[in-house]
């Protein structure tokens, strides 16, 4: 067993590798109380004025508490990070860590606009929707019930989750998530189609580059 699940996390490229096992170790945590969602959820006040800068980190790793729930975004974010990772950003590990962090930036400055303490879900719905642009004629299917083209896919995860949850405010932070993906999303590949040059925010800094070895 543990050579079959050390064999499945190897397959894993690193940045969604390193980001799930870190996604499932925070919520093993809270669930084995050796720490609270009110050590982990980001606010300015808190992060900022009372000096704990860890949970501008942390709102991106904690999905809840053991549920269907967490399950579910747990496996749409892994699932959508690793085929993003493995084609449009293989072989360049530091384009994909400047998207995830620009997109968690802009997602940490929209956090007041909906006063959400947790921003995991949103970042992952941020993955699925560049994805499901760039993938226009694939057709997906949702658990075996119906099948979506890929760019409406977002629409259905977010019928989906708001339909578990039965509030609007899981749909407002997936929604949130598909806000930033479209910011990006027209960044990059919009702006390259109409005018043939991306957003400067989107483009990866020489320094983060040469972090991970990258060719600039």
């Known amino acids: 067993m543990p050579v079959g699940l050390e064999a499945w996390l190897t397959d894993i490229p690193p940045i969604t590798?390193?980001?799930?096992?870190?996604?499932?170790?925070?919520?093993?945590?809270?669930?084995?109380?050796?720490?609270?969602?009110?050590?982990?959820?980001?606010?300015?006040?808190?992060?900022?004025?009372h000096l704990q800068?860890?949970?501008?980190?942390?709102?991106?790793?904690?999905?809840?508490?053991?549920?269907?729930?967490?399950?579910?975004?747990?496996?749409f974010f892994m699932r959508y990070s690793r085929m993003l990772e493995e084609s449009s950003f293989a072989g360049h590990k530091a384009e994909y860590f400047w998207l995830l962090f620009t997109s968690a930036t802009l997602l940490l400055l929209l956090s007041p606009l909906f006063t959400l303490p947790f921003?995991?879900?949103?970042?992952?719905?941020?993955?699925?929707?560049?994805?499901?642009?760039?993938?226009?004629?694939m057709r997906i299917s949702l658990f075996g019930i119906m099948?979506?083209?890929?760019p409406y896919l977002p629409v259905a995860?977010?019928?989906?989750?708001?339909?578990?949850?039965g509030t609007w405010r899981a749909a407002a932070s997936d929604l949130m998530g598909c806000v930033v993906g479209h910011a990006w999303y027209f960044g990059t590949d919009v702006m390259l189609r109409e005018v043939g040059g991306r957003m400067p925010w989107t483009k990866t800094p020489a320094i983060v580059q040469r972090w991970f070895r990258d060719a600039p």
């Open 17 to 49: 590798r390193a980001w799930l096992i870190a996604a499932i170790g925070t919520s093993l945590a809270v669930q084995c109380h050796l720490i609270t969602p009110l050590q982990l959820y980001f606010s300015f006040r808190s992060a900022f004025i």
């Open 53 to 75: 800068p860890w949970r501008a980190l942390a709102t991106f790793l904690y999905f809840g508490p053991l549920s269907i729930d967490f399950v579910f975004h747990l496996f």
């Open 119 to 137: 921003l995991s879900s949103p970042l992952a719905f941020t993955l699925v929707y560049i994805w499901s642009r760039r993938q226009p004629a």
């Open 147 to 150: 099948t979506v083209s890929a």
């Open 157 to 165: 995860l977010v019928a989906i989750s708001w339909a578990i949850n």
